[in-house]
């Protein structure tokens, strides 16, 4: 079994994909990727290496002058015949919605065979959408490195003002010219950022569910993520300066997180409580019909709080009478009462979930909290070896100028505590928050982070 971490992208990318002592197949087949300096170049060796001729080029106004205009004279260079649609902003920041999917779809050159998005989060998420609508392969030419989505296989949209994976299918290339990122608004190179700090704490998150709940979990592909993550954190201190080598490193780390996300077949290696902090504070910006930040911005503020939060799970000494105790005192009534309040419109889902997963069983969490005791010296082991410290990242996040606490962006006490005790209920996946609540100090950790972001 080769060292992934080792590994060239094109060689992670290849279509037979590894074989690996975990049991799983991992694959992520792409025709194209590469990240560097100056390679946007490469983009009519990348259309033929997908065999397709005839792309339809997809931008809104900032992309399409941070690099759709070079794109177009490229393929006209190279006489490529193309389609192009600059996707209309209506509010200040292109939406990842029903309009903007239909108004592709209602300007797309039936003759084209690839949809080629110029962008980044937004516009990468549209074309997966439409092109998997309409039956294209779809590559894209980044225009930030902001979020880890590029090589993915779902898009985060908003279907009837509620946000939604969809899972469709990921580009068959990507061409990430580090010239171009580098250029991109600082909000974007420090979204990169976050997102990447993030790792941190899914990794750890995932060996932990992995002694709690028996998940899946492979230690090749951890530590793809671990090597890749540790090359953005030397390099960060160059991203105020657009420094190319870090925002190649940033850039990189962001491509081999969708690389890692595909070869798992889960999102584990990526994304931890920190991201559910960002799923929160958007379904409440939605619900409000309110703008929300930047995904990445929203992950690394979430990082800083869980980490912080790990700071006091280091000294929990797990007592089963006082988890029993407060388990008992959360009736399915309070529980769902608490749903309700946090989750307002979207509470019905939630609830209706909890009817087919089962989570609040009393039978499974004797389980869990029977696991959880016997492993304690072990979970302690993983966050000591995973975790950096809150001083040394909050250190690296502070030079770069990005935003730190809540209040930073806009997000007051209330809506993190709420985000925090929500988090648990979004999905069934063992996090520090199920941790907390599974130990009965849901309400306790509630307060200590009340007073972290007073
Ligand atoms: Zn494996
Ligand atoms: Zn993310």
Known sequence: MPDFAKMSLTELVRPEGFDCPCGRKHVCALDYLNVGRGILKELPQMLSAMKVSRPFVICDDNTYKAAGERVCALLDAAKIPHGLYIIPTQTDRLKPAEWEVGSVIMHLDPCCDVILGVGSGVVNDICKVVAHAT?????????????????????SMEMNHVKVSLYNQAPSG?????????????????????????????????????????????????????????????????????????????AEGLVLAGVDMAFAQISRPASGLEHYFSHMWEMMALERGEPYDLHGIQVGVGSLLTLNMYRDIRRIVPDPEKARAWWASMTPERWEAQVRAIFGKTAPEIIAMEAEKHKNDPAKHEERLARIIEHWDEILRIIDEELPAYDQVYAVMAKTGMPLMPRDIGISVEDTVNAFIGARDVRDKYMSCTLLWDLGLTEEYAEKLKKFVS
Do not use: F, H
């Not at 980044?142 to 590029?150: F, K, L, V």
């Not at 979204?191 to 932990?208: H, N, Q, S, T, V």
């Open 174 to 250: 990507i061409l990430l010219d580090v010239d171009i990122l580098s250029q991109a608004p600082m909000r974007m190179l420090w979204a990169g950022l976050g997102d990447m700090i993030a790792k941190y704490i899914a990794i750890c998150e995932w060996r932990i569910s992995r002694l709690v709940t028996g998940e899946y979990y492979c230690e090749d592909v951890a530590n793809l993520m671990r090597t890749a993550l540790s090359k953005v954190m030397d390099a960060a201190g160059g991203l105020p300066d657009r420094d190319p080598e870090a925002v190649q490193a940033v």
């Open 135 to 155: 039956g294209r392969k779809n590559a894209i030419v980044g225009t930030a490195p902001s979020m880890d989505g590029y090589a993915s296989n779902s898009s």
